[in-house]
């Protein structure tokens, strides 16, 4: 069996998904996302120029061979960029793997753990009392876990996933005006006074058994984010997430000896480099890598094996970002995995989605129910891919009132 050709489509309904679709000999194709927020040209050129020429001619069944090709053989390797493009190819190649057995993909991992997985849905406002109708709604909705950020009073602009405007929601990010950014202003002091009493008090209104979840989108300092999770344990957050920038992983052990609370950490890494100290030295609850980019199943599996060794549970990365491929993989991993916690999850089904990317996966009670389908249990319609170009978008970039730089 042989790999005959390998396509790349960048574009969508208000995103610009990268979706890699390879040809086989034997007529079976399977799909790749490698959508990279803000930055897909850059993998869609990757495999254009560089991956697919060396896929051509290849055994498609061969998948863990074909990634240690791409990631051994890639003398610069690892980064968002590269892993996203293997993850692609190696989604892509579990996809006709499973279809060629007649098998949902998740029977290839060991079969499934659980009927429906857990996931969280975005919560927000611009205000308290925005926020609540936010949260009210996702429950009413079945939803049993929620992300709750909310404006601060004060903060001279709306801060990370906050609308301006009450009643405005806030799914997306990226603002397709262009690739210059808009400006977020930022103040530790008014978002520490403020927010450990908005989060209690989404606890008071909903009771015990909401699952809470809060992004700080890595803006604290180590000891900021101690004092932080020190602050919510009496809320009982299901995890706090990103309290740091990754790049400093002994930050996570200053926040560890000073709180309970749950910490997820990993939607911004790409390589079971990035997080296993973090792993081995429990440092962290929930492991948030995306199989986008980090490399795609073959790899996001290697880092749950290692999770589960130590205690961590899963957590993926779902931001609006991902197309329903990547997607449909973490729900393939989700449905295995022993160490399942949690998938962020966005219903942003919209028609236009649907009609691009079939499938039959469900979302019910807040609960996630995995297609039957052979393989990824997704497919892609180029006669709708066809209406679509790439559209420059910028996520905003972070100041503090002074004008010093500061972390997205
Ligand atoms: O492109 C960046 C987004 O994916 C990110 O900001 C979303 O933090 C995020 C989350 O938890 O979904
Ligand atoms: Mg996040």
Redesign the pocket.
Known sequence: MKITDARVFVGGPGKNYVTLKIMTDQGVYGLGDATL??RETLPAAYLRDYLIPNLIGKDPRNSEDIWQFFYRGAYFRRGPIAMAAFGAIDMALWDIKAKLAGMPLYQLFGGKSRDGALVYA?ATGADLDDLMESVARYVALGYKAV?VQCGIPGMPTAS??VPEQKSAGKDH??DFSGIIPKTEIWDTDRYMRFMPGALAEVRDRFGPELKILH?V?HRLLPREAAEFAKAVEPVGLYWL??PTPAEDQSALRLIRQHATTPIAIG?VFNSIWDCNALIENELIDFI?VAVTYAGGITHVKRIVDLAALHHVRTGF?????HSPISMAAQHHLNAWAPNFGIQ?YLVLGTPACDALFPSDHALRDGLFHVSDAPGLGVDFDEDEAARYEYAPGS?PVVRLEDGTMWN?
Do not use: C, F, L, V
């Open positions: 927020n803000n975005h992300r990370y996933a990010i990226t992004d989108h997430e990103d939607e948030r990365h779902g931001a609006p970002s962020e996520h997205y």
